[in-house]
């Protein structure tokens, strides 16, 4: 182990940089708990909870078109079969095509 008690013995294993953090009060506070709780010293933790977060970030699936309009979906009020029925699209191509006719050609 290294100064801090720790899984890895990060003071021996590689070197370590510093870095200066601010944080409001009650953040202080709350890392300052959970340290004691788990028996580790703040940069411990600190250092153990980014390493957590960086790996589940690694670990997330790229966005997919139903992430990016999930909120959309549902909200079309029309036949259930709308997005594979053909019938519906030459309807509506249809139905455009006599809209946009300037002059009736």
Known sequence: MGIAKCDIPYYFAAV???ISLKVPDPLLQDLEAEA????????????DTLRAALARKGMKKPLSCLDL???????????????????????AIAARAGRNRKNGR
């Open 16 to 18: 370590m940089a510093t």
């Open 36 to 47: 004691r709780r788990r028996g580790l010293s703040k940069s411990a933790l600190i250092r």
């Open 69 to 91: 309009m999930g909120d959309l979906v549902g909200s079309f009020r029309g036949p259930r079969d709308l997005s594979t029925n053909r019938r519906y699209l030459s309807d």
